[in-house]
């Protein structure tokens, strides 16, 4: 595997189950990681804000709006069904655990695609946020690692400092 489609996780990262490999496309597989220093639910409760903002390079993906630096009270609560960012809807999710989207609009330029968010706890307070990727087109390998590096590395600081 080269860089574009694994950064930050180890070769068992890569070859675990994930919750949304039986409905994911068939395709291209990118696996992202990074270790926080925090608890769990704090990790969760900050990916529960993807249905606010990306958290990965604002200018680019958030039309120049910073994403919050605060929790938005109520985006914990999550249903099956909700929109997430803004071309993906929730699909399955266990609190403190995970959450899995698929592709609901611009499926013309992104394809299908599923993504699997992974809160693994390593001890009271330290997790691995990992991520799989699972897409139809090849081509995204790179720019979502640029994106995606951004976005765990962003939701690492936010959950540190909590």
Known sequence: MTI????GVEDSECERPYPGDARAPS???????????APAATVFRWL?????????????DNSGRRSPRQLTPGLEHLEVGQPVLSIF???????????????????????EMLVDYVVEPIGPARVRL?????????????????????????????AEAS
Request: proline letters at 4%.
């Open 4 to 7: 574009a489609e694994r950064w």
């Open 27 to 37: 395709g291209h597989a990118l696996y992202r990681g990074v270790t926080i220093d």
């Open 48 to 60: 529960c804000q993807l249905r606010a903002a990306p958290y990965s390079y604002d200018w680019i």
């Open 89 to 111: 809807r929730l699909v399955a999710f266990e609190p403190d655990r995970s959450m899995t989207m698929v592709t609901r609009r611009a499926k013309w330029l992104f394809g």
């Open 130 to 158: 990992l991520m799989k990727i699972t897409c139809t087109r090849g081509w995204l390998a790179l720019p979502d690692l640029i994106m995606a590096r951004r976005q765990l590395l962003n939701f690492k600081g936010l």
